[in-house]
Every structure is written in structure tokens, then in C-alpha cells.
């Protein structure tokens, strides 16, 4: 046979198989027979370069981990749904359809699908072909995540016969319980926190730089929409997750086309129980009405359909004992009672701990040691105590009191006028600083790996480290010769060991936050209300950190996106002489407080200011990071997709399909001597 028809034949069989294995869940051939075609595959494609399409079922793990994750705008917005808690309630929805479907007493008819609980993904196909996937983000605008949806099994590169021109797909993306699971245990081994959920597991997967690892963490995904600009196809809803799943395209086969609202009602009682025995979460029931020229005659709201509403399963609950009360004492010293609890199954998880929010909240519900209470997990994770059962209440038990010093270093907690948290303001507190190391030490402050809450909580207890000052101090051999122990052992293998290797790296990486960007340190500082935004935004307009800690309070109001909060946190925090001396001791053991930014009026006033630049391919002659830097420096802005907005699209070699959209565009395209050209006369 000739590789043209080799090569198309080995396309289609794969294609088949992934659907059989990864939308059907019924396989037809074992992984090795699987395997052995996709090798053959890809062994002809290597032969045969010319022949590789982007369909291709060898193509869907781009080879380099990409930058970032440009925005892009929805074919429509994406909305969410109303929601319905009670039968009562789904009978007022169905009233209101009816209404509004004039369709006096004949009952309306609806679909009832289960409702996935992942991340909505947004999938555009022209001419079937998928070109884009996009995250829900603000509904309007969201994130370009095509290389990792493309890894995606269950999501069709091309489509089987679907609609032609330019089509959005909506769906879920989500990860099985068995793929969470895996993932879990390959993060505990390896010490990385867990994931919370499959959920946060799947989003958190989904925004990952590096398609590879999104590959191997073997998401999967349902579609249940189709957005057209011309209102193409089936008249109904249930025509059309027959027609989509014709195209190939993943669909959850559970859903129920109902005669009427009574028909919907049982459908999701039967499913609050049937829903544990899934392979994926579900938070409820999607009830959709079927006529999709009805759905045009019902509209939307600003944030809803008014043809469609989501049923919540109601929380799922238990009881236990309610142990102890303790408190927690946080970075900026907040006071936080939390559970003790008899561990007890919940929702296919254990839970012996749960915060308790706050004082007040705790003397509201008038929870007490020794009380059974009742708990529950809502949609989300975390657990929650939400009242004690009075009935079993042992006798002479008393109402819990908050106390009055600080858990961790006993001087009295205080507590603002209009809050209701309660705080202690010593700034050595030593539950403070380990909070405090913990965050300046993360990922989004001065990035230093290594240095997680064991290591913190030694390095307080040998007394080397009193403030951050102290942490550029440390000698890599001091770090070395350190002996840790885990937190909290969980296996025979977590036992207290020296940290060798590991502190000189820790070293190493303290050394290198020097030369951080002063914005990552003075989010680092722990400022109470300075998030990473306005971190950046002050750096970057005062210059450096001590330009700012002198400024008035008008003065740093005065920065765009800066309000009274933030501007009076920050004074507070540089009126300290404490604050001072800590930054002073920072600067003096070299650590790096000046902006690395472009200053605001640079970047309003620069040569490039107002112009968009697009990357593509590689320009031989510099990295992308220096392009970039050079137009931000210059006042322009670099966008990874094109539109009609984009002023120059850069074209290094092995330039991509962004280059035919600028041609198609008009964009203008320039080579690397050009821009070189450009950047040098501005
Ligand atoms: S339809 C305009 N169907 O739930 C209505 N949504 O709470 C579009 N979801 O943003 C949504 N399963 O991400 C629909 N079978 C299903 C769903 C579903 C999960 C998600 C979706 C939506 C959210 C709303």
C-alpha cells in the first residue's frame, strides 16, 4: 500500500480506537494493539514529513512548553446558570418557561443532562478542523489553551462530517476519579501538596505552561453546546447531541429528553444517589429546554439563559464528635478556631479537621468541645461544621470562649472595629514568621524552592532565622549540615534526615532571589491588602521600594489601580521602624529593590505605545524574551494570537499559521532585521 493511503488509514483507525477507548469507555483492541498502530503511525509520519497534518492523532502534544496563555474573545458569551435547590424551585423554572412559551398548561419540553463539575472549555472548529480551545475566563474573553486541549483524547481533532465554516463547541473539560486519584498519589510521593478535588485538579492542570505534562495528567472532557453565528442545525436540543456525537465529538450518554417537569424531578432524584458510582463529579442536573427556537424566544439575562437551570444535589452531610477547638494563628496574625474532629467519611474523602471561620460565627452556632455535630461539603471541598445536634449534647458542657492571647506567642489579640477577625501584632510572633517564611519563600514572592514548612520550622526553632533578613545569611554548609523532619510523617519513609544536596540548592536558589524584581519582594513582605498586582503596580511607578515606603499616602493613592486601602496599608506598614530596619537589612545583604519594570511613563510615551506585536517562529538571532523585553521597554505590547488590532506580526523562521492570518488579516509582517530596524530608530 502507498504511505499516502498507509498513513490515512493508520489516521482513521487510531481516531476510531481513541474514540472507543477514551468517549466510549469501550475498547475494542488491548493498549498494545492500540500502541502498535500509533507506532506505525508515527514511524510512516517520520518517513514521510511532509505528509503530517495538525489532525493528526500523532500531533497533539506540541513539542515546547509555551509562554503563556494569550486571550482571546468567545464566538458568544459564555454564560452561566441559574440555579434550583428544591422541587418547589424547578417548578417555578418550568413556570416561567411556560410563560414565557405562552403554551398555557401543555407541558414544555426539556433535557435533562448531569452536570459535570470541571471547567467550561470553549472549542472552535472551522471547516471541522479544531483550531482553538478556549477557558471560559470573564464569559466575554478567555484564555487560549489549544496545545493542552489538543492532548485531550476524548476531544477530536477533526470532526466526522460536522457542520462546515467556523463553529464554537462548548463543554466541559474534567479529570476521572481514577486519573485524580493517580495524580494524588504520584504528588504525595514525589511531596507535592495534593489537589483539593478533581475539579481544582483539572483547572489547575488546564492553565499548565507545558502540554507534556497536561498529556500525562489525562484529562478528559464532555461537550454539550453549539454556538453558530447563522443558528445552523437540529431544531432541538436532543437532535443535537445526537448529531454532535455523530461528529465524534464526546458526549455524557446519561442525558434524558423529558415530556415535562415531572419527568426531570425524577430524573434527578434518581441521580443524587446514582452520582457516586460515576467516574467523574457531578454537582447536579442541567435542565435545558428542548425547542431551541423556544430557547431564542425565552433569551438570556445578563447572566443567564432563561431556558435552562442548574439543579444542585443538596450538600452531602454526616455526623461526628467534635473533638477539640483550637486556633490557628495566620501570616498577617489573624486568630482562626478551627475543628478537631473524629475522622469520619465524607464524600469519598476523610475529614477530621474544619475551620470554624470565626468567633462570632463559633458562638452563633454555640459549638462546644464534646458536641456531635453536623458537617457537610457543598459543591466544593472544604468542610464545613453547621450545627451541633442539641439531643446528643453531653451534660455539662460549656459555650467556648475565645481567648484573649495570641495561641502561638500568648501577647493579647485585638480586633478592629469592623472585622470580626482577631489579631495578634507582635511582629515576632513565631507562628507570624513561619507564615510569614512560608509566604516570602513561595512561589509568587521570591520563588526560592526548597524552602517549605519543614525546613521554615527548623530553621525558627535552631533560632538561624529571626526575620527575612536572616534567610541571606545562611551559609549553603549551615543548610547542608541542617536535619529535617517532615512535618507530618505519613509514611515509614518520612523519617528526620540530613539536608545535604538539597540545602545547597536551597542556597543556591536564596542566593538567585536576590536578583528578583523588587515587585516579587515587596509582595514577598507580606503587607496586608499588597497582592501581586498592586505589588507590581507601586514597584513599577515608584521605582524602588524605598521611594515607595517614603511616599504620602496621597501620593501612592495616586498610582492607577491603587485605592485607600492599599495606599493606608502600605503607610502603616513603612511608619514601623521595625518595617524600616527589615528593609534596610534586606538591601544591605544584597538583595535587589529596584524595579525591573518599565516605568508607566515610558511605556504611555514610548515610541511603540499603543502598538500590539505578535511572535512567530524563531528569530535566529535573539530569544523571544529579549524581543519582548525590547518592545515592552519600548512601550508596545506583545499578544500571542492575531487579530485585526495587531500591529506587526515579527516572522522568524518556520513561521506558523499566524502568518497566513496576518496575510488574510492585513497585518502588517516585518522580518527580524526589520524589527531590529524598527527597535533601533523606535
Ligand atoms: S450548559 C448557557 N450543561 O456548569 C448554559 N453546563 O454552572 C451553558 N456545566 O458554565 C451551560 N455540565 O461549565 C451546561 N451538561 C451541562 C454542564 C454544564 C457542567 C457547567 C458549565 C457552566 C456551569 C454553570
Redesign the pocket.
Known amino acids: 500500500m502507498d504511505p499516502v493511503s498507509r498513513i490515512s488509514r493508520l489516521r482513521e483507525q487510531v481516531r476510531h480506537h481513541e474514540e472507543c477507548y477514551y468517549v466510549l469507555n469501550a475498547p475494542e483492541v488491548s493498549d498494545a494493539e492500540f500502541d502498535a498502530l500509533l507506532h506505525e503511525l508515527e514511524a510512516l509520519e517520520a518517513l514521510h514529513p511532509d505528509l503530517v497534518t495538525p489532525d493528526s492523532p500523532t500531533q497533539r502534544v506540541a513539542g515546547r512548553p509555551t509562554e503563556g496563555f494569550p486571550t482571546v474573545e468567545h464566538l458568544a458569551p459564555?454564560?452561566?446558570?441559574d440555579?434550583a435547590y428544591t422541587e418547589e424551585e424547578l417548578r417555578a423554572f418550568d413556570e416561567r418557561v411556560r410563560k414565557g412559551a405562552a403554551a398555557g398548561e401543555a407541558p414544555v419540553g426539556y433535557v435533562a443532562?448531569?452536570?459535570?463539575?470541571?471547567?467550561?472549555?470553549a472549542l472552535t472548529y472551522e471547516d471541522g478542523r479544531l483550531v482553538r480551545g478556549a477557558t471560559?475566563g470573564d464569559g466575554r474573553r478567555g484564555e487560549d489553551v489549544t496545545a493542552n486541549v489538543r492532548t485531550i483524547r476524548a476531544i477530536p481533532l477533526s470532526l466526522r462530517g460536522g457542520p462546515p465554516g467556523r463553529v464554537e463547541v462548548?463543554?466541559?473539560v474534567y479529570l476521572s476519579r481514577t486519573a485524580f486519584a493517580r495524580s494524588n498519589a504520584e504528588r504525595e510521593e514525589a511531596g507535592e501538596p495534593l489537589f483539593a478535588n478533581p475539579r481544582n485538579a483539572a483547572a489547575g492542570t488546564m492553565r499548565n505552561l507545558d502540554p507534556a505534562l497536561v498529556a500525562r495528567r489525562g484529562l478528559s472532557a464532555?461537550t454539550?453546546?453549539l454556538v453558530t453565528t447563522d443558528g445552523r442545525g437540529p431544531d432541538g436540543h436532543a437532535d443535537l447531541l445526537t448529531a454532535m456525537r455523530s461528529w465524534s465529538l464526546p458526549v455524557?450518554p446519561h442525558?434524558r429528553p423529558c415530556a415535562g417537569i415531572d419527568d426531570v424531578i425524577a430524573f434527578c432524584q434518581q441521580w443524587a444517589d446514582g452520582r457516586r458510582d460515576m467516574e467523574f463529579d457531578?454537582?447536579?442536573?442541567?435542565i435545558?429546554v428542548d425547542d431551541l427556537a423556544l430557547r431564542a424566544r425565552l433569551g438570556?439575562t445578563a447572566k443567564?439563559?432563561r431556558?435552562?437551570t442548574?439543579f444542585k444535589f443538596p450538600a452531602q452531610q454526616a455526623h461526628t464528635k467534635l473533638r477539640a477547638i483550637r486556633v490557628n494563628v495566620g501570616r498577617t496574625g489573624a486568630n482562626t478556631p478551627y475543628a478537631v474532629l473524629e475522622p469520619v467519611l465524607l464524600a469519598g474523602s476523610t475529614i477530621s479537621m474544619a475551620t470554624l471561620h470565626n468567633a462570632e460565627d463559633l458562638a452563633r452556632k454555640d459549638l462546644r468541645e464534646g458536641d456531635t455535630v453536623v458537617i457537610e461539603k457543598a459543591g466544593d471541598v472544604i468542610p464545613r461544621v453547621v450545627a451541633p445536634v442539641l439531643s446528643l449534647r453531653p451534660a455539662g458542657s460549656r459555650s467556648w470562649v475565645m481567648p484573649t492571647e495570641c495561641a502561638a506567642c500568648r501577647s493579647a489579640l485585638h480586633r478592629d472595629e469592623e472585622e470580626v477577625v482577631w489579631r495578634c501584632d507582635n511582629s515576632s510572633c513565631p507562628a507570624r514568621l513561619r507564615r510569614g517564611l512560608e509566604h516570602f519563600a513561595s512561589r509568587s514572592a521570591m520563588n526560592i524552592e526548597g524552602l517549605g514548612e519543614a525546613l521554615v520550622d527548623q530553621l525558627i526553632e535552631q533560632g538561624l532565622v529571626r526575620d527575612f533578613g536572616d534567610l541571606y545569611h545562611l551559609t549553603a554548609e549551615q543548610l547542608e549540615a541542617l536535619v529535617v523532619a517532615p512535618r507530618e510523617p505519613r509514611s515509614e519513609r518520612a523519617v528526620p534526615r540530613r539536608l545535604g544536596k538539597v540545602g545547597r540548592h536551597v542556597a543556591e536558589q536564596i542566593a538567585r532571589s536576590r536578583e528578583n524584581d523588587a515587585a516579587r519582594l515587596l509582595y514577598g513582605l507580606g503587607i496586608r491588602h499588597v497582592g501581586e498586582k498592586a505589588a507590581s503596580s507601586l514597584t513599577r511607578h515608584f521605582r524602588t521600594v524605598d521611594a515607595l515606603l517614603d511616599a504620602a499616602p496621597e501620593a501612592l493613592q495616586g498610582v492607577p489601580e491603587i485605592g485607600p486601602v492599599v495606599a493606608s496599608a502600605v503607610h502603616a506598614f513603612a511608619a514601623e521602624p521595625r518595617n524600616r530596619a527589615l528593609v534596610t537589612k534586606l538591601a544591605e545583604a544584597g538583595v535587589n529593590m529596584a524595579s525591573r519594570q518599565p516605568p508607566p511613563e515610558l511605556v504611555a510615551a514610548g515610541p511603540f505605545a499603543g502598538k500590539t506585536f505578535v511572535l512567530t517562529g524563531t528569530l535566529p538571532g535573539m530569544t523571544r524574551e529579549a524581543a519582548t523585553a525590547a518592545i515592552e521597554r519600548l512601550g508596545g505590547k506583545v499578544s500571542g494570537s492575531i487579530s485585526r488590532k495587531t500591529s506587526y506580526l515579527v516572522v522568524g523562521e518556520d513561521a506558523g499559521s499566524k502568518l497566513a492570518k496576518a496575510t488574510q488579516l492585513g497585518v502588517a509582517t516585518v522580518t527580524e532585521d526589520q524589527f531590529r530596524a524598527l527597535i533601533m530608530n523606535g
Open positions: 459564555m454564560l452561566s446558570l440555579n443532562e448531569l452536570k459535570i463539575d470541571g471547567l467550561s472549555i471560559r462548548r463543554g466541559e464532555f454539550y453546546q455524557e442525558y457531578t454537582d447536579g442536573v442541567v435545558k438570556t443567564f439563559p431556558w435552562a442548574a
